[in-house]
């Protein structure tokens, strides 16, 4: 039997594994210098002033939704084809989630749904760049701009896609980047939040750190003395996990364009076949290829996934519609909300894309796909 293809994995080599083992050997695991070093990578990559190091992609997003001043009675709008946590995070703050219909080509939000959906409770949209293709931005911030509402981008597939020449993260108001081993880089678990605005930053220091500020009469009381001003969480990353990220950004371009090399291997040898649906891209953007997703336009889905898996193709689902589970069942959302999401998700397979990938690995899955299908 042929090795097993996962949809997913980390790429380290030993200069990551260097990294943590160097600052297993400084006198900092946590609270440290790497965190600030990992944190400027990210700020100057993308291009923002300040960016904010939480210990995973959900921490970030509930603190976001914390400086943002979400809370009870206050409306969310955000996709149904995404993570939980997506709209998890609204929930954790006392918010309500209003899920909007996706684009039935891009697969995003979109926009038009968005102003559907809008009430006079809503507060904040939460697009997310679903599969690392950038939502349309613009479109949202005029949105937003008109409607007097916060934007909190889940780029969690997204670092290192660029939407109209700009890099994720330059647009909306605060925006989330995720580093759970599967994504664009990885720091083991881990996230961040980027923003140019300096009262969110704040906020975000303060909510990932107990709630614990310093403030300007302490040495009136002594070295030692701080505050907790409001009930913040200790979600804050490591220093093992900063040093892995920091020696993982240096790689990202180079993982960037590898995952479009593949993508394009995928396009060039499925276009036209029949009973596959190819994902299409959004004008003036380049996609991070987090994941490849493709339609199976008449072919039995669950057929399908257990003849890959059993060929050892790691073939996966991203994702159930978010309002299916039970919990949101139960909250009253109803199957049927957002029906071009619903139909999108029961013909949806993703197939294997990674930076450790060869194009023999390729080949494979298109060759087995192909078989199957047939």
């Known amino acids: 039997m042929s090795e097993f293809i996962s949809y997913g994995r980390q790429s380290l080599d030993e200069e990551d594994i260097q990294a943590v083992i160097d600052t297993l050997r400084s006198p900092n695991l946590t609270q440290g210098p790497k965190i600030a070093e990992f944190e400027q990578a990210i700020a100057d990559y993308v291009g923002v002033k300040y960016a904010v190091a939480f210990c995973n992609g959900t921490a970030a997003l509930h603190g976001a939704c914390y400086a943002a001043g979400i809370g009870e009675g206050d409306e969310v709008i955000t996709s149904p084809i995404t993570f939980a946590a997506s709209a998890n995070c609204v929930r954790y703050v006392g918010g309500t989630v209003v899920f909007a219909d996706i684009d039935a080509e891009t697969y995003n939000i979109d926009p038009m749904q968005i102003r559907a959906n809008l009430t006079k409770k809503t507060k904040a949209i939460i697009p997310v760049d679903f599969t690392g293709q950038p939502v349309d931005m613009d479109e949202i911030m005029d949105i937003a701009s008109e409607h007097n509402l916060v934007v909190i981008e889940d ?8 939407y109209k020449g700009r890099k994720v993260g330059t647009t909306a108001h605060m925006t989330m980047f995720s580093f759970h ?14 923003t140019n ?21 302490s040495q009136e009381k002594g070295g030692w003395y701080y505050e907790m001003t409001d009930l913040g969480y200790n979600y804050r990353m490591t220093d093992l996990q900063a040093a892995l990220g920091v020696s993982q950004m240096k790689k990202l371009d ?3 364009d590898r995952r479009q090399e593949l993508a394009k291997l995928y396009t060039e040898a499925l276009q036209g076949v029949t009973g596959i649906i190819l994902p299409k891209q959004l004008e003036q953007t380049e996609s991070g290829w987090h994941l490849y997703m493709i339609q199976l336009e008449n072919a039995d889905r669950r057929q399908m996934f257990d003849a890959m898996r ?10 159930i519609p978010v309002y299916w589970h039970p919990y949101y069942q139960e909250l009253g959302y109803d199957k049927g909300l957002c029906p071009v999401a619903e139909a999108w998700y029961e013909k949806a397979l993703t197939l294997p894309i ?3 990938l060869t194009n023999e690995d390729i080949a494979r899955v298109i ?7 047939g």
């Open 197 to 217: 605005d300096v009262h969110y930053y704040n906020k975000l220091l303060k909510f990932r750190s107990h709630g614990i500020e310093q403030v300007p009469y």
């Open 254 to 256: 180079t993982f960037i």
């Open 310 to 319: 059993a060929a050892n193709i790691g073939v996966h689902v991203h994702y």
């Open 367 to 373: 060759q087995i796909l192909k078989e199957k299908i």
């Open 155 to 162: 780029g969690a597939h997204s670092l290192g896609a660029t």
């Open 181 to 194: 081993p599967v994504k664009p880089v990885t720091t083991g678990e881990g996230g961040i939040i980027v």
């Open 354 to 356: 990674h930076p450790g």
